[in-house]
């Protein structure tokens, strides 16, 4: 089937969805929303489609452990051409009463062309190992449908964390270069006071050598963007050095009123799982992520599973039944080769029976082979328990860690507001030299760390909802649906 270059899907996704128009829409240029990178992820991303081959290998043991239920038919043929047909010495006396003792004749055996045919069918009728085989194979499919699914939760919770560090470093250079413009223009405007006899050449050295600072702060900050636009395009399949640009700001969301976001960050907002705000019910979200946490399912199946292995020795001790039937045909002629001969020179043979098989004694391989599939439950049944303990614990740290990072998001908010307006006075104020270049500086440093630490706060926010959804087993796009900007419900 004929696959669309990865960055044209991309492209494609962000004119139209179908089904919901307008829905990924992105004003301005080339720049892809969460729910678009996700889905492209879940299309082309190479663990993703190697945990469907490693499915898709469960399904055809499953097939193969029918095999052993089913009957099994076999033909075999052969021709031989003796060449010099096999000739033994037996006593003349045996058809010449009269010839003397010690008188042997020698008698040939076969004729120069022998054909032979057999159809061999057996039917398992009893076979406790097939049938516990069975549910085995069967089990090990639904284990590695559940592995699927969990490894696309990795997928999916390792994109959005991409994104998510692809908008911090997007933010990080967006930051860097308004800081670097603002201190470049009071640089501009303390040489014309200096030169004006209005400010000191300490104060135009000391922005000098601000800019010096903030320039290659703002060349790490782009070698940043760039590793994590290598980092998320790796998750989707497509070239690294694509230039992949997210739609979204950081320093923009507004976690308090979702409505008053711009429609990327509506998007970005809307792509969670399990809710976090004051009042959730705790405990009911840890009861729900114990039951459908990829982690503890797979290790649920897998105790499940040596148990059939268990009953899978355990079932050796009990005999087989098996059914067969034989079909023969043979046929011996000289002279130049006829395919079966005729009538007179061909013979056939039929056999039915049934066939038991008592397994008595084994060498104590049986025993030990046992002992070895206990000791692996037991391994597998300690091994569930501690991992949904941690469950509990993570799940609930998780939850305090989002609950803090938005708390933290509102107080730099306000940060961010009042260091706005220090910037504003103490710029001001300079001009009018009221204020010294000093507190100009320092305001502007104030104003630059405020605003990284907002979208540091959003950030941190976002990526642990990412880490608490894969927690939860609630992950948008793969365990749920997720809620569309028009009210519709999108996968």
Known sequence: MFRLPALTVLAAGLVWAPGAEGQERVPGEGRALLTTVVRTALERNRDVLDAEFQLAVAREQVSEAWSNVYPSVDLSSSFTRNVAPQVSFLPAQIFDPTAAEGEFIPVQFGADNIWSL???????????????????????????REALRGRTQQVVTRVRLGFYDLLLAQEEVRLTENSLRRVRQSLKETRAMHEAGLAAAYDVLRLEVEVANLEPNLGRAVNRRAAARRTLAIELGTDPEAGLEVAGSLAQIDLVDIDANSSANRDILSFTGVPVE????????????????????????????????????????????????????????????????????????KQVGLRVTFPLFSGFGRDARIDQRHAALRQAEVQTRFAADQAEVQLRNFMDEAREARARAGGQLLAVSQAQRGYEIASAQYREGLGSQLELTDAEVALRQSEFNYAQAVYDYLATRARLDEAAGQVPLVDMDMQGEDGGRVR
């Open 278 to 349: 004051e009042g959730a019910d705790v405990a009911s979200a840890v009861r729900r992520g114990a039951a459908q946490r990829s982690d503890i399912r797979q290790l649920e199946m897998t105790e499940q599973l040596r148990k059939t292995e268990l009953r899978l020795e355990q079932v050796e001790y009990l005999p087989k039944v098996l059914a067969f039937g034989t079909y023969g045909l043979a046929a011996q002629q000289n002279g130049p080769p006829d395919f079966f001969g005729t009538k007179a020179q061909r013979g056939s043979s």
């Open 118 to 144: 057999s159809v061999n069918a057996e039917q398992t009728l009893v076979d406790p190992r097939a049938f516990v085989g069975l549910g085995a194979a069967a089990r090990f499919q639904n284990l590695q």
